[in-house]
């Protein structure tokens, strides 16, 4: 097995993850739409080309509805896991967006 691959496929799989959260969650973006579809075009390659090291990519479960849909998309993947919130909060932070709002209203959610 590639180990290279796999870290590319895990990197790949983050990256989308990371930004749907920002997407859906936040209604934000840092990235064009054209950019993310890249990103997701290059992990359905790699999941086709190298089967294996998709399998021991980390979110592979994941992933498995994504890669095998005729149209891939971020929103039913689990991207509201606390680590993703945390990151996709930091980079919006990072970029000058207002996460209060967010904050505020999700507290209020909890309660």
Known sequence: MNQEIIDLINR???????????YYKFNDNLIEDWQYDSIGKDLLELAKDYPDEFEASYHYEDFIDYVNSETP???NLRYSTV???SKAMHL???Y?????KFINDDSQIKK
């Open 12 to 22: 790949r799989e983050n990256q989308i993850l990371l930004h749907s959260c920002i």
């Open 73 to 75: 998309s971020g929103f």
């Open 83 to 85: 680590e993703n919130v």
């Open 92 to 94: 919006l932070r990072l």
């Open 96 to 100: 000058g967006r207002n996460t209060t």
